[in-house]
């Protein structure tokens, strides 16, 4: 990918994005009580989203009307993380005790707590991301984790109840801030089973996991100057957008091959 970097401002004009008191209780990962500023898109409309607290709290809100359901499912310690399977019947929440929690969630929202998975007893889980499948070669759910020991697991999910099982464990530095990373949504099936991390040496990262430990990293992309908070891509990954803890925001783009 080539580097062409440049700070994207946000636009509240009326036909692009519309704050709104009912667009926080669509939040997805939340680190404290309330949110200073959220935005719902104009033509968009969800019915349920997931929503985790400082309480240690998980819950379902109805994201048309912006209340909460009454079930609550309580993880303990901070909700820095959440992610769920396709169908929203099982998710997991990170929190800042190194925990993985999994619940179950059924279609009138109730949740349940089935299991938990203890990473490590000084560190957060700052990201999760759920992918179904991610090449011909790696058929089996994922779950991939951002954790505050300097390290990015890969979980394999074994059982209906979310139940994770260490796949692969990688080196990335990432000791204090909320550190993303995301699966590489075409390039696995072009170039094997990949996905992208930010780190705090400000670099950002493109792994194969299913090579050794020593060839894994394929690519690395520099034009950040502090810890790398997010990363996106587009549609068909043809840019993939960076922000660190500065606020700067790059656009990457592919380079022709």
């Known amino acids: 990918m080539s580097n062409e970097s440049r700070v994207i401002p946000i636009t509240t004009q009326k036909d692009n994005v519309v704050p709104t008191k009912q667009a926080e209780a669509s939040r997805a990962i939340v680190g404290g009580n309330s949110i200073a500023e959220n935005y719902a898109f104009k033509g968009v409309h969800h019915i349920f989203d997931q929503t985790g607290n400082s309480r240690g ?3 379902i809100a109805n994201v048309s009307t912006g209340r909460f359901m009454k079930n609550v499912c309580r993880v303990t310690g901070n909700v820095l993380s959440l992610a769920s399977d396709v169908n929203c019947k099982t998710l997991w929440a990170g929190n800042d005790k190194g925990e993985i929690v999994s619940i179950l969630c059924d279609i009138s929202g109730q949740l349940c707590r089935t299991k938990r998975l203890n990473i490590g007893i000084s560190c957060s889980i700052t990201s999760l991301s759920y992918r179904a499948w991610i090449s011909r070669e790696a058929r089996d759910p994922l779950l991939l984790v951002n954790c505050s020991d300097n390290s990015l697991c890969l979980f394999n999910i074994i059982d209906y109840e ?3 099982v260490l796949k692969r464990k990688f080196q990335n530095k990432h000791q204090k801030h909320a550190i993303k990373s995301t699966f ?12 992208v991390t930010g780190s705090e040496d400000g670099n950002v990262y493109f792994l194969d996991i299913e090579k050794p430990t020593t060839k894994s990293c394929l690519n ?3 034009g950040h100057a502090s810890p790398i908070l997010g990363i996106s891509f587009n549609y068909n990954e043809s840019l993939l957008a960076t ?15």
Do not use: H, N, Y
């Open 184 to 195: 590489c949504p075409i390039m696995s099936f072009r170039q094997g089973a990949c996905v």
């Open 220 to 222: 690395t992309l520099q």
């Open 162 to 164: 979310g139940s994770l």
């Open 243 to 257: 922000s660190d803890l500065e606020g700067l925001v790059i656009i990457w783009k592919r380079a022709d091959l």
């Open 57 to 59: 709290e998980v819950r």
